[in-house]
């Protein structure tokens, strides 16, 4: 296996399919001001942007604009309220986290979602209470890619950077773990967006399907 003492991931796109809950909302809240909803694709590649690039998939508005505030705290809303509906780990990532729990290898989370949606999601699924550590936006000062959230992780967990792997599904998980000191996997399964070449990223593995994490960590 690799040689690593602990997993670190990244949320949304790389360890939790979490589009299915947001295609629900924002074509929700499409339908709610009479527009029309957008195709699963289209909203799965805006994820990983957040809130703030779904409202600007659904309803072409930038940031800026008076409305936007408003169309966001309202999506959140109706995210919040059946955030777990149809999330669930992507395939292959339940046995990577059970052999973790075999190996005694901790595994945790770091991500740019805030707390209160992180923990929501995680408690529902079962997976709250298994994470040695869970580190969102809410607990540093500079989400990623600043190194600050990573780095916090370590600490929580008592392992120098160097001894744990992180795995993201966006330039910036990379750009973070490189500059905390981690090994890096891009998960290549994720959100990506059009055009982004993961090869760029500087990864020191790209991982194409969620299902091949395991082999790739584990193999002797």
Same mark, same amino acid.
């Given at each position: ?103 005694? $290898?901790?595994?945790? $989370? ?63 998980? $990379? ?46």
């Amino acid at each position: 296996m690799l040689d690593f003492k602990a997993l670190l991931f990244d949320l949304d796109g790389t360890l939790l399919d979490t589009a299915p809950d947001f295609i629900t909302a924002l074509n929700t809240q499409l339908r709610r001001h009479n527009r029309a909803p957008l195709p699963d694709s289209a909203i799965r590649t805006s994820v990983t942007n957040g809130s703030v690039g779904l409202i600007q998939s659904g309803f072409g508005l930038d940031p800026s604009d008076p409305q936007f505030e408003a169309l966001r705290e309202e999506f959140l809303e109706l995210y919040f309220a059946n955030l777990a509906d149809q999330t669930t780990l992507f395939d292959g990532l339940q046995l990577v986290l059970d052999e973790c729990h075999t190996r005694n $290898i901790p595994w945790g $989370i770091v991500t740019n979602k805030p707390w209160r949606y992180t923990e929501a999601a995680l408690v529902q699924l079962g997976l709250m209470e298994r994470a040695a550590t869970v580190i969102c936006p809410d607990h540093v000062k500079q989400p990623k890619p600043d190194p600050e959230a990573i780095l916090l992780a370590c600490k929580e967990i008592a392992l120098a950077p160097g001894d744990c792997l992180y795995i993201g599904d966006h330039v910036r998980d $990379i750009e973070a773990g490189r500059a905390a000191g981690t090994r890096n996997i891009a998960a290549a399964w994720g959100y990506i967006e059009a055009g982004q070449q993961l090869g760029d990223w500087q990864a020191d593995w790209i991982v194409e399907q969620s299902q091949q994490l395991h082999e790739l960590l584990f193999r002797d």
